[in-house]
Structure formats: C-alpha cells, structure tokens
C-alpha cells in the first residue's frame, strides 16, 4: 500500500508565483518528513524537512508545512524560479527506523516564464 | 567535499545474471542505504548498512543482498536477474543511522536487464 501519496502528478507555475506541493501520508507512526527535488539522471536533492513535533519550518524560499491531524504536510516555494523545475518527492521515516525513507511518487513542477 | 558516489553509472545485464553494485558515502559519513526506483513503484528502500551491519531491510526478497567495508563502502548484488530488476539504484548516506539524519544520495546506476 502506499504510505506516502503525491495526488498531484504534475503542477506547472508562472515565475514569481508561489507552488504549493502537497503530500498525504498514512502510517501515524511517521515522525520525520523531508523533500527532495530530483533532476533528471541525478539522485534525489535534500531540500527541508520538518520532524512532527512542529507545524512549520522555513528555509530561504522554501516552508514545509505538517498538519498531523490531516496527516498532510506541503512544500510552498515562493517566489518559484526556473531553476526550480524537477520533480519533487515528499518522504517520511518512523522512530526507530528513522533511515528506511518512505516515499511518495513524486510530482513534477514546471516554472514557466 | 565529495558526494556520494556510485560505480556503474549504466549497466546491461542478461537474465539470470548477478551484478554487483558500489557506493562509496561521503566522507565522515557512516549510514549507506539503498533503494530502487522504478516507474511504476516510485522509489523503494532496499537496506541499510551501518558499522558494517545490515540495520534495517525493506520487502525485497533474498536475491537482493548488501554488505559495507569498514571504510563506509557499500556494495549491493542482486543474483538471477530478472527483466523486474530493471530500475535505478540509488545509494544514500548519512551521518548517522537511527535517528532523522538527511540522507544524501548519489547518482544512481541505471540497470537493464535484457
């Protein structure tokens, strides 16, 4: 089954405009979240995570933000930028197995000019 | 500093072959995992090797095996190939294991079983 969902296969952006990623999850023993942007015929980038006992956490242009009791969490880019376009994928690891990262399918985002 | 880095980058196999794939993490960095990732399964954790101990394995079966050198590296084989196996491997790295460490991965090797 599959633990971690990206509902959204694909999501386009104009420059300058903000691009909301979206994860669900279903495993409540998930603790820790991460993203990562993939490029093509490159492994996956880090970009944030945000472990469960928060609801926020920023870095420069990018916020991941967890909503426990709708086991949602999403990743807003602002402002997105052409270099920004790759797909993103949402993880999640559990206590105690906090190396064995659960993924989701990964959407793709393209920033338009 | 260097990143993680994976030996084939491509690789053609035939049916019921074995392959052996590498992964050197970064430097200072104990924690190698692996995972698959194909088209229709996204990306899948295969194992963990930490202090040359496997610490945690994902639902793959017994064809798929791993180790780790004392130095960090890691290898992984896959015995009897099947056309299934066809996929990019991916190796990651961390500082640490057992705790939410980022993982860094590298590269991949694309592998093609024909």
Known sequence: ?113 | KAGVTQTPRYLIKTRGQQVTLSCSPISGHRSVSWYQQTPGQGLQFLFEYFSETQRNKGNFPGRFSGRQFSNSRSEMNVSTLELGDSALYLCASSLFAGSSYEQYFGPGTRLTVT
């Open chain 1, 1 to 113: 089954d599959q633990q971690v969902k990206q509902n959204s296969p694909s999501l386009s952006v104009q420059e300058g405009r903000i691009s909301i990623l979206n994860c669900d999850y279903t495993n409540s023993m998930f603790d820790y979240f991460l993203w990562y942007k993939k490029y093509p015929a490159e492994g996956p980038t880090f970009l944030i995570s945000i472990s469960s006992i928060k609801d926020k956490n920023e870095d420069g242009r990018f916020t991941v933000f967890l909503n426990k009791s709708a086991k949602h969490l999403s990743l807003h880019i602002v402002p997105s930028q052409p270099g920004d376009s790759a797909v993103y994928f949402c993880a999640a690891s559990g206590a105690g197995t906090a190396s064995k990262l659960t993924f989701g399918t990964g959407t793709r985002l393209q920033v338009t000019l």
